[in-house]
């Protein structure tokens, strides 16, 4: 079996599992008692928060543990939506293929008056800096953008973009959810005010992320009750997974400048053998992108069945298309760089790591080869295509 599949989620690591079983059993106590068992808790879950945030450059109390990236996202965006209203500022720019639990949190906040701006990702998943300059109007509270595309890794030119926003006095979140951990993230490097991650991305656990907020930024709470994460985010803390969560962050910045080498070459193997099948692209710029993301479209075929022919063979993949995700449109992330919904459907997005090995890179492209082949034989869309009675796009 071949796990390509690590954006949607990793497999936690043995030193986090570790961690997170003997936690389970020392720090039973609630960090918020005084007697010795909760101070326990309480040193273990202050000493995750210390290294995490020497991790990414940020100070202890910067770091607000969240349930993971959807909420870490929820809450930056409403925090900032909250200031920014309380200055009469209601205006948004984030980009048109931000991850859901940004999309949807604007989306609500439109329905409160803000007024919200899409940038263009362009054909090759990049955003212009000076079309985020441009954007930028008086009222403007907020820029969020996400540091690497969850469907096609494409990585923005975030520490830019910030340098952007710092300038005209607006503040920047950034959802690294897919990058940290994967490519080097410093939050004064990378000029953010406020940045969203998530365990179970970076071989943590699920169900644990945190939000970074520079200090002297007002946080808005999405949960209320007692006073924990100093006020900003109620309900007893999960310490075995977030001291699990510390563990699998350090691992993988330890490595990952190793992990970046190696598993970026099996990328661009990955990218050269399906290249060379007939009708197919790339999405997304081939260099400026997440080591481990190779995400294609594949003229007259439906991602759907590649996804469950490929599962036959063994190998667990993912598609931007239809049915997977309950809805009948393509993937907001392949229409926003311009693919036409005919191709967007035909998509497959592998997501590798460091333990993918060589030998599985070569038994993928052929896999890949030989089910498009086999889906295009008897594909109504692929007859018309070959007959000529519809043009190729790809
Ligand atoms: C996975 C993901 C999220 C959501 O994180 P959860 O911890 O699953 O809530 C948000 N943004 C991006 C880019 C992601 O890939």
């Given at each position: 079996m071949i796990y390509a599949d690590n954006a949607a989620t990793t497999k936690m690591s043995k030193a986090a599992i570790d961690t997170m079983f003997r936690l389970v059993n020392d720090t039973?106590?609630?960090?918020?008692?005084?007697?010795s068992v909760g101070q326990t808790s309480k040193e273990v879950l202050e000493q995750a928060r210390e290294d995490i945030a020497n991790l990414i450059g940020a100070?202890?109390?910067?770091i607000i543990f969240t349930s993971g990236g959807s909420e870490a996202d929820n809450q930056a965006i409403l925090s900032a939506a909250k200031i920014g209203a309380s200055k009469g500022k209601k205006h948004i720019i984030s980009s048109a293929f931000e991850h859901h639990a940004v999309l949807h949190t604007l989306e609500r906040l439109k329905e409160d008056g803000f007024e919200i701006t899409l940038l263009d990702v362009h054909e090759d998943g990049i955003i212009r800096e000076d079309e985020l300059e441009d954007a930028i109007?008086?009222?403007?509270?907020l820029v969020t953008i996400m540091y690497?595309?969850?469907?096609?890794?494409t990585v923005q030119p975030i520490s830019r973009l910030g340098e952007i926003c710092k300038k005209h006095n607006v503040l920047f979140h950034t959802d690294a959810v897919q990058a940290i951990g994967h490519i080097p993230v410093n939050v004064n490097d990378d000029n953010v005010d406020m940045l969203s991650a998530s365990a179970h991305k970076f071989h943590g656990p699920k169900g644990v992320g945190f939000l970074y907020v520079k200090k002297g930024i007002r946080v808005t709470n999405l949960i209320n009750g007692g006073a924990q994460e100093k006020g900003r985010r109620a309900g007893t803390e999960n310490v075995p997974g977030i001291a699990a969560m510390a563990v699998a962050l350090k691992e993988a910045v330890e490595s990952l400048s190793e992990n970046y080498e190696n598993v970026s070459k099996k990328r661009d193997c990955l990218i050269e053998g399906l290249s060379k099948i007939e009708h197919s692209a790339l999405n997304g710029d081939a260099k400026k992108r997440l080591p481990g993301n190779v995400n294609f479209c594949f003229e007259g075929i439906e991602g759907e069945s590649l996804l469950l022919l490929l599962d036959d063979k063994g190998i667990m993949a993912s598609s931007g298309s239809a049915c997977t995700s309950g809805?009948?449109?393509?993937?907001h992330v392949l229409l926003a760089i311009g693919r036409v919904h005919d191709v967007a459907h035909g998509s497959l997005r592998l997501t590798i790591n460091e333990e993918t090995t060589d030998e599985d890179v070569e038994y993928i492209i052929k896999a890949v080869d030989e089910v498009v082949t086999y889906l295009r034989s008897f594909s109504p869309i692929w007859r018309d295509l070959v007959a000529g009675k519809k043009q190729f796009i790809l």
């Open positions: 039973w106590g609630n960090a918020s008692s005084l007697y100070e202890p109390k910067e109007r008086e009222d403007t509270c690497a595309n969850n469907e096609i890794g809805s009948l449109d393509p993937s």
